[in-house]
């Protein structure tokens, strides 16, 4: 019966692959058929393909968790061609964990708007299904022409829900955001055409394969090529100076698409950390590094830069635009160091601080409410001689060392709201984690790379490494400043307002994300060894590139033909 049951996991489990892509797709088309009103239905059809989403993301990372070193990578075929030129969908451990933590965070923002920012506008749901499809298509596909589609599919979707809601301010910052992504859009299509031009291939694996056979003179070419194509992903990574549009934006969004841009970042360092493994590996001969040093001072420009931008922030939204790049310039700058140990540390780090910030984003919404004081006409009146014997009675019975507030009454006994209770509770979980204080997984990620940082080889501890090590402690210190004063701000200061309202439907998705950041911390063993091994298998890229250059199209009544010819080629080519 077991082996029954594996088998038939085996025969399913490469079909999962094109779940992530076809399900937000679908999905969406039904959404489109229910016109603009049924929000019920709408939001119950759109949670249940997200949750079917987060179920096939959590099947797909056991499937490569426990399919060994080398056969720990699903290649799936959709167009039936051979490598390489078809379509083709490659999973492996560093794609599966994108697409998890996709899943986990587009859930707790449907999850979010449900309480009424799907209604703000026309098409929510359709516009966060796309960019669900768009998101898991980039983490899936295995060529450039097709990260590109997907890209664009993206950012598509992302106009739509930057605008969501209207105001002149996302009006504002939806026109930067849009002319800068089309630039980058472009330079993507540049860099392609060129790479393809020098190679005549753009599936990465082949990529792979063919860069050490790149004639001398036409090296440089390709290296411009890879510099131009690294620029529209650094764009979307927010990587300094060309992050600026990024905090209007952002904070400008509504708060459960604020959420969900808060992946998108991550797009970019996925792309940055894939290309550079494999393109650039050891094996690339000459071109081996091509980068690196880039992406080590140009993550450690973003990180200065985005923690100087929390210390002058005022607002919550705006603290978390910057959290965003902070997250991004400590991943750059430990890509850039392309060491397999740092890399581990980082692969631990992204999808806490990813929960984290998308944490945060949903947070700054109910912080902005609850600064709204209430109408003096939906207070109710107080009754001053009914107040004032309990006051004097209350006087009466204090002593000396009692606390008091400014209005000398006495803080012992008073209840917190469990909505006041709730936001506080998310904000400090959220400080510690955007911070890098114990005990959360923010500081064992942190801690992780730290302590590869100083176990270099030989002990030599570079001084790029220290100046690094360096900003990640001090960005840490500024986001704790700067956060314990927003805090104190908006939690401590007296201000003349009721507790603010909340929703279980606000409430469950901030408990979701900080659920799992906590559940990070207390498995970081096992999310540490999945980590090591996910680093591990990109900075040895064959098996990569020869489970894609390997994988044969089905034998179809349309292609006998073709599959002939190509093996009887193959057997002639020494």
């Known amino acids: 019966m077991n082996a029954l049951i594996q088998a038939f996991t085996q025969g399913l489990m490469p079909h999962l692959m094109i779940v992530p892509i076809l399900l937000p797709l679908l999905t969406a088309c039904l959404l489109l058929l229910l016109g603009d009103r049924r929000y019920r239905r709408k939001a119950a059809l759109s949670t249940l393909a997200a949750l079917t989403n987060l179920v096939v993301a959590w099947l797909l990372l056991r499937w490569v968790r426990h399919g060994g070193s080398p056969g720990a990578y699903g ?13 083709v969908l490659v999973l492996d451990r560093l794609s599966a964990l994108m697409l998890l933590v996709s899943a986990v ?19 929510f749901h359709v516009l966060l299904q796309i960019q669900i499809m768009g998101l898991n298509g980039a983490f899936l596909t295995g060529d450039l022409f097709n990260l590109f589609v997907f890209f664009e599919v993206m950012l598509a ?75 529209a992903f650094l764009t979307k990574a927010a990587m300094w100076p060309l992050n600026f549009w990024l905090v209007p934006a952002y904070s400008g969004a509504g708060a ?44 450690m420009a973003t990180l200065a830069f985005g923690a100087l931008g929390m210390l002058a922030s005022q607002r919550p939204t705006r603290l978390a635009g910057f959290a965003v790049i902070v997250s991004s310039g400590t991943l750059m700058a430990m890509v850039g160091l392309a060491r397999p140990d740092v890399t581990a540390g980082a692969l631990y780090y992204m999808p806490a601080s990813t929960f984290a910030v998308a944490c945060f984003f949903l947070l700054a919404e109910l912080m902005d409410r609850s600064r709204t004081p209430e109408p003096e006409a939906q207070r109710a009146p107080e009754d001053e001689e009914d107040h004032l ?25 008073r209840p917190i709201p469990a909505s006041t209770a709730l936001l506080g509770l998310g904000f400090i979980t959220c400080t510690l984690l955007v911070a890098g204080l114990p005990p959360l997984s923010g500081f064992v990620g942190k ?9 270099g080889p030989r002990h030599v501890v570079s001084p790029a490494a220290w100046c690094l090590l360096t900003l990640v402690i001090a960005s840490g210190l500024l986001a704790l400043v700067a956060l314990t004063r927003a805090g104190i701000r908006f939690f401590w200061t007296p201000v003349d307002r009721a507790a603010p309202m909340l929703r279980m439907a606000e409430a469950l998705p901030i408990l979701l994300l900080i659920s799992i950041c906590v559940g990070f911390t207390v498995r970081g063993e096992a999310v540490m060894n999945y980590a090591r091994a996910t680093a591990a298998s990109l900075y040895d890229p064959s098996h990569y590139i020869r489970s894609v250059l390997s994988a044969r199209p089905k034998p179809t009544p349309t292609n006998a033909d073709r599959l002939r010819q190509t093996s009887a080629a193959q057997k002639v080519t020494p």
């Open 105 to 123: 965070v587009s859930l707790a923002a449907l999850l979010f708007s449900v309480a009424r920012w799907h209604k703000a506008g026309a098409h």
């Open 389 to 413: 014997p309990f006051a004097m009675a209350e006087q009466e019975l204090l002593d000396e060392d009692t606390n008091l507030d400014e209005d000398e009454e006495a803080l012992i006994g």
């Open 256 to 299: 459960p698409s604020a959420a969900v841009f808060a992946l998108l970042t991550k797009v970019g360092i996925y792309v940055l950390l894939r290309l550079s493994t494999l393109l650039f590996s050891p094996a690339a001969g000459v071109s081996a590094g091509f980068g690196n040093s880039w992406l080590l001072w140009g993550g």
């Open 75 to 87: 290649v799936y075929l959709p167009s039936n061609w051979e490598v390489p030129f078809g379509i």
């Open 157 to 231: 979707a992302s106009y739509g829900l930057l605008l969501h809601g209207s105001g002149p301010s996302r009006v504002k910052s939806g026109l930067h955001y849009l002319a800068i992504n089309l630039a980058a859009s472009s330079l993507f299509l540049v860099g392609a055409s060129m790479i393809y031009g020098v190679t005549g291939t753009l599936n990465m694996a082949d990529l792979a394969a063919k860069i050490p056979q790149v004639a001398a003179s036409d090296r440089p070419l390709l290296h411009a090529a890879c510099a131009i194509l690294a620029v």
């Open 447 to 455: 801690f992780a790379m730290l302590s590869a940082l100083l176990g």
